[in-house]
Nanobody
Framework: QVQLVESGGGLVQAGGSLRLSCAAS????????MGWYRQAPGKQRELVAA???????HYEDSVKGRFTISRDNAKNTVYLQMNSLKPEDTAVYYC???????WGQGTQVTVSS
């Protein structure tokens, strides 16, 4: 099992940036495909970005060119750098370890217009 703890959320103005971190403990981190999801009020949870153990990356169309996912296996951490934030990016952001289907508790991101 992998335990995940997100941090880095907050309130930012439109056009600003935030960097989310997800620290993992437990089973080997480096072998897990990792992802960031978000869930806005009244909406389904959606995949924002994912990075495989081998480094392949996927982005949801609306964040391409603005968000960057990365991982540091030495620190057991996956990051989501979010630039040019928009009000529609407001959501709770969750980290997921796909291989063991573990989720973090989420971190709130609020973008004001």
């Amino acid at each position: 099992q992998v335990q995940l703890v997100e941090s880095g959320g907050g309130l930012v103005q439109a056009g600003g940036s935030l960097r989310l971190s997800c620290a993992a403990s437990g089973s080997p981190f480096s072998t897990n495909d990792m992802g960031w999801y978000r869930q806005a009020p009244g909406k389904q949870r959606e995949l924002v970005a994912a990075i495989t153990a081998g480094g392949d990356i996927h982005y949801e169309d609306s964040v391409k060119g603005r968000f960057t996912i990365s991982r540091d296996n030495a620190k057991n951490t996956v990051y989501l750098q979010m630039n040019s934030l928009k009000p529609e990016d407001t959501a709770v952001y969750y980290c997921r370890a796909f291989n063991v289907n573990s989720w973090g508790q989420g971190t709130q991101v609020t973008v004001s217009s």
